[in-house]
């Protein structure tokens, strides 16, 4: 068979395509299957690698695979969903089995995200506020505690109400928005 | 408001072929993943779940219309026929996954389709805002806007480690996904894709071509995106896309400057060709009108084909696609109707969006 494309190769590579539902088969050498479909071969299995992915690097990174099957599994007890299920369907059952699995899950993530494992950035407003809250606490302590090492006492009056303040506001659930 | 709108009016705001770059740009989409509390994953949720999470979405975000200055029209999937349901994916208004969903799921859409909030997809919230042109500063904007909306009212699925929490690991973190729509012919028939696509793959951002199945680019159109989504803040996500879609801007500018100073007639016959092609074809694949239409918009980018307008060139590429050819029709076509009826829409399409002047030099 020769090349469709070309007409001039012989034909090596067949490709199939699916579209509206309906099957068609294309016969190319090589060099037109390249220029045809130059992407075709790094795109086409990645949706269906991630979760083997997922399952190969998880199990390559902590145990040999004979061992898996003798150890009980980690189950998060929100969906019933196991840590071996997490991995084969490359997905979540629900926000808990970030809790169940949390020791596991940098390992994951890591491999997804350019080796981070911690998010930086938006949090809901409440929750940011309160870390935002807790955050400039920790500064201001720090600032007072400097303060008295070199007995600048009046200066530590001040950064002691601060902190006073801070802190109510964090008991009263964080909710003033413009605290700085 | 009734769905048919959203379904009959083809154009939708983002191919209006305005905003920075939209020559090169067509739009830009940033997504937003968020679950709620107490709730598990679409995935693993029930039928109750499922209608529960509809219900204060939907209500919470109609509910905010006034504060948004937006109108938000709720359409519940299963109301949809199969048809209808496609005509919004080839919108890019739902996806493919809320289109095929078993439970409950709706989709929030505003008046001008540019926000578009799904619910029940793979995770109970998907705030998706589609901007023509590159706009992805505004666009975040408006999808923050609506997230914080969202968030004064619902419990988010949150944790300090870890940020939100997503169904898929791979939107843990910020759950954003920031993307340009690129058409870059110049770079597809100068052959230097393949090269940009592994540069761009080791900056953390992703390249895929869009419309069409799996990964061929129909018609030089290219989605750059961000892959990660966890340890870097929205705002350098947004950044390290934004630095990198001006770069890919100016090397296809170069590559177009290139093609027009070195081949020229080989490009002007080509594009002219296509501009034939689309005026008096009687049968056209996908693929073949994909093909013309990129042609003929370089025409019109290059300054070679003055008479067509843009945005119907955009409008164009969304209505080719079977979904919209059967709604236009109003009855089910099979492939080769279809080719013919696709052929019969781009030649009456086309026509309107020549100016009568060159008509009527065309006439006489």
Not at chain 1, 73 to 91: A, M, T
Not at chain 1, 149 to 176: Q, T, Y
Request: proline share 3%; charged share 25%.
């Amino acid at each position: 068979m020769i090349c469709e494309n070309c007409k001039q190769r012989p034909a090596k590579v067949t490709v199939t395509q699916v579209h509206n539902g309906e099957h068609f088969e294309r016969h190319y050498c090589e060099v037109c299957a390249n220029s045809l479909h130059p992407f075709y071969v790094e795109y086409k299995h990645d949706p269906l690698s991630l979760h083997q992915l997922l399952s190969n690097w998880f199990n390559h990174a902590d145990q040999p695979v004979h061992q898996k099957q003798n150890r009980p599994q980690l189950v998060c007890d929100e969906c019933g969903w196991s840590i071996q299920r997490f991995l084969d369907e490359g997905k979540f059952g629900c926000a808990s089995c970030y809790t169940s699995f949390r020791k596991q899950l940098p390992n994951v993530l890591k491999r997804l995200h350019n080796g981070n494992t911690s998010h930086v950035g938006k949090a809901p407003g409440a929750f940011g506020e309160k870390l935002k809250l807790k955050k400039q606490i920790e500064a201001v302590r720090l600032q007072l505690k400097e303060a008295i090492e070199v007995e600048r006492f009046e200066e530590a009056a001040k950064l002691r109400d601060e902190a006073r303040e801070l802190e109510s506001k964090l008991a009263a659930g964080g909710d003033e928005t413009h605290v700085d | 408001m009734s769905i048919e709108r959203f379904l009959d009016n083809s154009p939708s705001s983002w191919m209006a072929g305005i905003g920075e770059h939209s020559d090169i740009v067509m739009s830009t989409r940033i997504r937003l993943a968020r679950n709620l509390n107490g709730y598990r994953f679409p995935l693993a949720f029930t039928e109750d779940e499922a209608h529960k999470i509809d219900q204060s979405v939907s209500a919470t975000l109609l509910d905010a219309n006034e504060d948004l200055h937006k109108h938000f029209s709720s359409i519940q999937i299963k109301d949809l026929s199969e048809l209808s349901r496609q005509v919004l994916v080839e919108k890019h208004l739902i996806s493919p996954k809320l289109a095929n969903s078993p439970m409950t799921g709706s989709v929030l859409l505003s008046d001008d389709e540019s926000v578009s909030v799904m619910v029940n997809e793979e995770d109970h919230i998907r705030i998706q805002c589609l901007f023509p042109g590159l706009q992805i500063q505004e666009a975040y904007t408006q999808a923050d806007a609506i997230d914080g909306l969202l968030e004064k009212e619902l419990p988010y699925a949150f944790d300090e480690q870890f940020g939100y929490l997503t169904s898929c690991p791979t939107n843990t973190g910020t759950g954003l996904r920031a993307s340009v729509m690129m058409h870059l012919p110049a770079l597809t028939m100068t052959k230097q894709m393949n090269r940009i696509v592994t540069i761009i793959s080791r900056l953390g951002m992703v390249v895929r071509g869009i419309y069409g199945e799996g990964s061929e680019a129909l018609g030089n159109v290219y989605q750059v995106s961000n892959q990660t989504t966890l340890g870097k803040p929205e705002e350098d996500i947004l950044a390290d896309l934004q630095s990198i879609t001006e770069q890919i801007i100016q090397k296809e500018r170069e590559a177009r400057n290139a093609l027009l100073k070195h081949s020229s007639n080989t490009l002007e016959d080509r594009l002219y060709r296509s501009l034939g092609t689309l005026s008096y074809a009687r049968i056209m694949t996908t693929d073949e009108a994909a093909t013309c239409l990129s042609d003929v918009r370089l025409g019109i980018d290059i300054g070679l084909i003055k008479d067509v307008d843009v945005t119907i060139l955009n409008e164009c590429m969304v209505f080719m696609q079977p979904g919209f050819l059967q709604q236009y029709a109003g009855t089910t076509l099979n492939a080769s109707e279809r080719d013919m009826f696709r052929a019969k829409l781009l030649r009456e399409r086309l026509q309107m969006g020549v100016t009568p002047k060159t008509k009527g030099e065309e006439l006489t």
